[in-house]
């Protein structure tokens, strides 16, 4: 399992969206610079949600090295739900007040959607490898 790299590119997406149920969104800042208030990502619910099944998938996607079709199949889907996180994120940040700061865990949602992509590619590039296997094998008979 952890021979592959995919499996490498998995893990660490599926760090990053764990982080993110840990991490600060944004901040208020007053008057004089001072920080009134800070937004997890948990604490607005749509994003709750979208955390929540993308790391559901990207657990499948890591534990899910012996079925490599399912496997390729869930991280793109993790990574197409991690896109759309991230273009909210992203209209959010042009639509918020002049006072609110966004952090740079605002990013993570994109590199994991990219190391997802990337593993997807390296999965569907195994499993081409093993069905010509299988085929020069059921062809040698």
């Not at 982080?19 to 944004?26: E, G, I, N, Q």
């Not at 991280?75 to 959010?92: E, K, N, P, R």
Request: proline content about 2%; some cysteine.
């Amino acid at each position: 399992m952890w021979q592959r790299i995919q499996t490498l590119y998995l893990a660490i997406a599926t760090g990053l969206v764990v982080a993110l149920f840990f991490c600060v969104k944004s901040f208020s800042v007053g008057p004089g610079g001072a920080h009134v208030g800070e937004l997890k990502y948990i604490q607005y619910f749509p994003y709750l949600v979208l955390l929540i099944i993308t790391t559901i998938l990207q657990i499948i996607a890591l534990g899910g090295f012996n079925v490599r079709v399912l496997q390729m199949r869930t991280a793109v889907l993790s990574g197409i739900l991690l896109v759309a996180l991230q273009v909210w994120l992203a209209v959010d940040y042009f639509v918020a007040d002049e006072g609110v700061v966004f952090k740079w865990t605002a990013v993570f949602p994109i590199l994991a959607a990219i190391l997802d992509f990337i593993a997807a590619r390296y999965i569907l590039r195994d499993q081409l490898l093993v069905e010509s296997i299988s085929h020069l094998r059921s062809r040698k008979k």
